[in-house]
């Protein structure tokens, strides 16, 4: 894992946002899931709840304490909970934050009534969701543990109130921006204040994201590029540090997958006899696999699995758009061939 930069536990970004580590490190998270405190004042927005680990309350209370310039007894620590989507390291949390908020509230003994915070996240398609993932969607379980008092429900009595795209939110016009392809239900969310565009896991501090639809994935990335006509410049991730070269690093990223496929395509456009492997002459087609340990001979086989799933989802994107078909075979054992009209690379987006 590369080197990555230290990040203290809470850091206030703006007079506006203030970050507050997940506490849960790691080779996917980095140094943690970001969550984020937005307002001066409560009632604050949060965005995303982090893994779940039991030493992030304690940080949260802690940051919730001391971000307050003044306190208003009448309204809640927080009135808003934003989900950008349904990986279990954004979401797990919920149910702790939600009794955080609740011990917050009756410390203060007041006459009034507690006002539980609204629960926000993009509706999650489940017929779109990879079926692979579905063992991993901990947000049903999260959703039926919740207390009935703990949260304000929508109108028709769910947990989530909808967003949807381009939907200005509360007092700081939080603006959403729905940006499908790391998931389906991907959100960033546009601060004003700052100028700045809270990017999830569609780009991270540090690295390069995964995503489940590559087609979707550069359509997001290039939304996110010509977002409020491209009045912003720095992002803040849902994992590692802020980036204060925001569109570049999201262009980058673009260029990165398109060079990416450039390459794949050229595996495709000869005969894998053509390539270093010699057991390739045995071969009529590429497979997924055979371009995977051509392309990535020079490093260590533990990445050729990982690898086999990004080639794979580069093809998919390409199948779609009617450049390559399959030919036989399943997963990374996939054959694929050039369609007969491609004389060319590819239009890029």
Not at 39 to 61: A, C
Not at 237 to 247: A, D, E, I, L, Y
Not at 305 to 326: T, W
Request: hydrophobic share 35%; aromatic share 8%; glycine share 6%.
């Amino acid at each position: 894992m590369e080197h990555l930069e230290t990040l203290p536990s809470v850091s206030r970004l703006s007079e506006h946002v203030v970050r507050v580590l997940g506490q849960n490190p790691g080779k996917f998270t980095l140094q943690g899931t970001n969550t984020y405190i937005i307002g001066n004042q409560n009632p604050y927005t949060l965005v995303d709840t982090g893994e779940g680990r039991p030493e992030y309350i304690p940080v949260l209370e802690s940051a919730l304490r001391e971000t307050a310039k003044s306190v208003n007894s009448n309204e809640p620590d927080i009135s808003d909970i934003i989900i950008s989507h349904w990986h279990p390291d954004h979401v797990n949390g919920l149910p702790g934050v939600l009794s955080l908020l609740r011990k917050l509230w009756d410390e203060r003994k007041t006459s009034v009534p507690f006002k539980p915070p609204r629960l926000h996240k993009f509706p999650l398609d489940l017929r779109t969701t990879p079926t692979s993932h579905s063992a991993h969607n901990t947000l049903p379980s999260i959703i039926e543990s919740l207390l009935a008092d703990s949260y304000t429900p929508n109108p028709k009595g769910h947990v989530f109130h909808d967003l949807h795209d381009s939907q200005t939110f509360g007092a700081w016009d939080l603006r959403v921006l729905h940006t499908p392809g790391h998931t389906t239900d991907s959100i960033c969310l546009y601060v004003p204040q700052d100028k700045a565009l809270y990017t999830a896991d569609n780009v991270l501090g540090q690295g390069t994201a995964v995503f489940e639809d590559l087609a979707a994935y550069l359509a997001s990335l290039n939304s996110m590029l010509q977002f409020t006509g491209g009045a912003y410049d720095t992002l803040y991730p849902g994992h590692g540090p802020v980036v204060s070269n925001g569109k570049q690093l999201i262009d980058g990223y673009i260029k990165h997958r398109l060079e990416r496929e450039a390459q794949i395509l050229k595996f495709l456009e000869k005969a894998p006899s053509e390539g270093p492997d010699p057991s390739e002459t045995k071969l009529r087609n590429w497979t997924t696999w055979s371009i995977v340990t051509t392309m990535y001979a020079a490093y260590p086989e533990s990445l050729w699995l990982p690898a086999a799933h990004s080639v794979d989802l580069h093809l998919k994107k390409l199948e779609g758009e009617g450049v390559v078909r399959r030919v036989s075979g399943e997963g990374k054992d996939t054959a694929w061939e050039v369609m007969d009209i491609l004389s060319s690379p590819p239009v890029n987006f």
